[in-house]
């Protein structure tokens, strides 16, 4: 994990992780149109391993193909998200921590012994 000082973030705060495919669409989008220079083929192929190293084609292939991977990662994170928010509204939040408390209490002062499996 990258960590970078931001403005207005604190000294070794991490660098957001979060994707977004849109700004990645459209760049990859404009570069290929600027290229102009038609139809690519998909990375990995025949068509695309006949290429020589030097053909622009080459690298944008790669570049078009890795657009789907950074689709992948942002919808991956949504999902993540609404999985933490579902969780975070599951339970009672407070009453776990108060309960949770109370254990680690009743532990330390012996009123609380746990079971052991011999």
Not at 49 to 70: F, I, M, N, Q
Request: overall charge positive.
């Amino acid at each position: 994990m990258s960590v970078i000082h931001k403005q207005g973030g604190r000294p070794g705060s991490p660098a957001s992780r979060q994707v977004s495919w849109w700004p990645v669409h459209e760049f990859i989008e404009a570069a290929v149109a600027q290229a102009n220079c038609g139809p690519l083929p998909t990375p990995g192929t025949p068509a695309w391993c006949a290429l020589s190293d030097g053909d622009p084609r080459k690298l944008l292939a790669l570049a078009a193909a890795g657009e789907h991977h950074v689709l992948r990662t942002e919808t991956a994170q949504e999902i993540w998200a609404e999985a933490a928010k579902s969780i975070a509204e599951s339970q009672e939040w407070d009453a776990v921590r108060r309960d949770s408390r109370r254990r680690v209490q009743a532990t330390r002062s012996g009123a609380y012994i746990p079971r052991r499996s011999a």
